[in-house]
């Protein structure tokens, strides 16, 4: 039986000290979930005197959480439309509703049923003095044509360093999650941290959404040890 988040915000100071990792697992984003990130990130980075992240990363963990939570709840909602998600017509007319009956009621709802089906997003902290791994899972899979949205929004967002510059130059074409990519790597450039360390990975049942801070010289990232192994092939 899960723990409620009052019981474990106690235990966050002990939990950071025995762990190089803290996982955290919701289907819904509330203001509890949103405490015990925050918490937990803020044990971290003192416990790691990289207290100047704090900020950053609890911005960065709330956006990739809330993404997947709606990505999730948007899948949950099709089923019960009966609706494939996966055809073009049916998403047209599914997203339109969705958007339309789109409310913080719904979707409190909607995080309630997406537990109900074993739904979730997993929230995994991974740290050391060296450097900390940010990654948000959600157990469904992105639509190819979302995909390619958001590696667009990717490459696009390289150009920029402030994000009402961002806005203004695509206000037009550029939806919530669009934004929210450009958020996350104009934070990562203004605190000097490459922003190729933020990395979108899909996969057929589930989507990765990972970033990494390193805080000295000797942080070996994740991302370079997948390139150094495609190389080797």
Do not use: W
Not at 10 to 34: C, D, G
Not at 85 to 90: A, L, M, R, V, Y
Not at 155 to 165: P, Q, T
């Amino acid at each position: 039986m899960a723990k409620p988040f009052s019981e474990l915000e106690q235990q966050i100071p002990e939990l950071v000290r025995q762990n190089s990792k803290l996982t955290i697992r919701s289907s819904r984003m509330n203001q509890q979930l949103e405490k015990y990130v925050l918490g937990s990130l803020t044990e971290i980075l003192t416990q790691m005197n990289q207290i100047r992240y704090v900020e950053m990363l609890y911005t960065i963990a709330k956006e990739l959480t809330i993404n997947g939570i709606k990505a999730n709840q948007k899948r949950v909602f099709f089923e019960d439309m009966a609706l494939d998600i996966t055809n073009p017509e049916h998403y047209e007319k599914g997203i339109k509703e969705y958007s339309k009956n789109f409310s913080e009621k719904m979707s409190d709802e909607y995080g309630k049923r997406c537990l109900a089906r074993g739904v979730f997003v997993n929230i995994k902290l991974q740290y050391c003095m060296d450097g900390m791994l940010l990654e948000v899972m959600n157990n469904t899979p992105v639509l190819k044509t979302e995909e390619v949205r958001m590696r667009e929004k990717m490459k696009k967002s390289m150009g920029y360093n402030d994000i009402a510059e961002f806005y203004m130059d695509n206000m037009d074409n550029t939806e919530g999650a669009g934004l929210g990519i450009a958020l996350i790597m104009i934070l990562m450039k203004n605190e000097g941290i490459d922003p190729n360390l933020f990395r979108i990975i899909t996969r057929d049942t589930h989507t990765i959404a990972r970033i990494e801070v390193p805080f000295t010289e000797n942080y070996v990232s994740v991302r370079s040890v997948e390139v150094a192994d495609l190389k080797a092939f």
